[in-house]
């Protein structure tokens, strides 16, 4: 049958609720209609189609089998309009942006700046989820993902450089006599074990540390640098808002290890108005660190 001979939905929606509640009156109850017109409908429905649907039944009605079967149709049609429009009514109108960011960096960088990002763009719906490492964009729901680039990365994916990575050794200013004595505490992390014995390789008139603690994360290992538990060898993203407050010195600077930070997406599947504008707005920050490190950095040397 050709959509355009399929009978009126009104009189489909009057047989569904006859069907359904078991009488006429019911339905013209539940429609707000009279009990003729749920009738007359009822009456067109059947000509229209040429088959029988309900028969009476004392001063009711009944289904025939070919109302029970047309009427089971209509009930899961209209089950599953109801759902699906539901569904629509519930799903905000801007979709959701999800940011999959490395744990320490959005902690000490990221999570800093974003009340400023939510200020500006009230209308964007953006949602930080913290990870490491390689991804999946369609399984885990991901729309820009900010990570350090030591992975093989899809070549379908598009990268935008933020900055180089940095090590250095950061400190309180009462750590500074222990750490010219050798009587310090070298603090390092999980993910960079040997950065303290490459650090110290090259600097071969510091002394080594009495003691050598790793952490499982950069963000404990700065926490633990600002108790003045030791010294952190640590990426200079994570510390240069405390560097500027003046909680940790960075005596020696830092030194560019090959890596960088970059922000991936999609590249064969352009990024909306919203996800672009988060884009770039992490780019414009990132261009701001860089700036503030410059400074950072001609203030020490």
């Known amino acids: 049958m050709k959509r355009s001979k399929i009978p009126s939905l009104d009189d489909l929606r009057a047989f569904e609720a006859v069907a359904r509640l078991g009488s ?10 009279t009990h003729s017109a749920i009738s007359r409908r009822v009456s ?15 001063r009711g009605v009944k289904l025939t089998h070919e109302g029970e079967k ?39 960088w990221l999570i800093p700046h974003l009340g400023a ?9 953006l949602n930080l989820s913290v990870g490491g490492g ?13 990570r350090r680039m030591d992975f093989n990365v899809n070549p379908h994916w598009q990268v935008d450089k933020l900055f180089d990575e940095e090590m250095g050794p950061v400190l309180t200013k009462e750590q500074s006599e222990y750490f010219q004595s050798g009587n310090y ?39 633990a640098a600002l108790s003045g538990l030791g010294v952190a060898m640590c990426p200079k993203v994570l510390v240069l808002n405390e560097i500027n407050k003046g909680r940790l010195n960075a005596p020696y600077g830092f030194k560019k290890d ?21 884009r770039n707005w992490i780019l414009a ?17």
């Open 285 to 301: 920050l990132a261009q701001q660190m860089n700036q503030v490190a410059e400074q950072t950095h001609s203030a020490t040397t």
């Open 70 to 108: 047309l009427g089971q149709v209509m009930d899961d049609f209209f089950q599953t309009l109801t759902q699906t429009l539901e569904e629509m009514q519930s799903t905000p109108n801007t979709p959701t942006i999800v940011l999959s960011c490395e744990r320490s960096l959005a902690m000490h």
């Open 24 to 33: 006429v009156r019911a339905a013209a109850d539940d429609l707000a209609l």
């Open 185 to 223: 505490m070298a603090l390092s992390s999980k993910t960079r074990p040997d950065a303290w014995q490459d650090w110290l390789r090259d600097n071969p008139h510091i002394p080594a540390p009495k003691e050598h603690m790793i952490l499982d994360h950069h963000f404990l290992m700065v926490e």
């Open 44 to 58: 067109k429905l059947a000509s229209d189609i040429d088959v029988q649907l309900l028969k009476p039944v004392g």
């Open 258 to 278: 090959g890596s960088h930070y970059g922000l991936i997406y999609q590249e064969q599947e352009l990024l909306n108005r919203k996800a672009s504008e988060i």
């Open 117 to 125: 990002i939510q200020e500006k763009e009230s209308d964007i719906a």
């Open 134 to 146: 390689t991804f999946d964009f369609k399984r885990e729901g991901i729309t820009l993902a900010l």
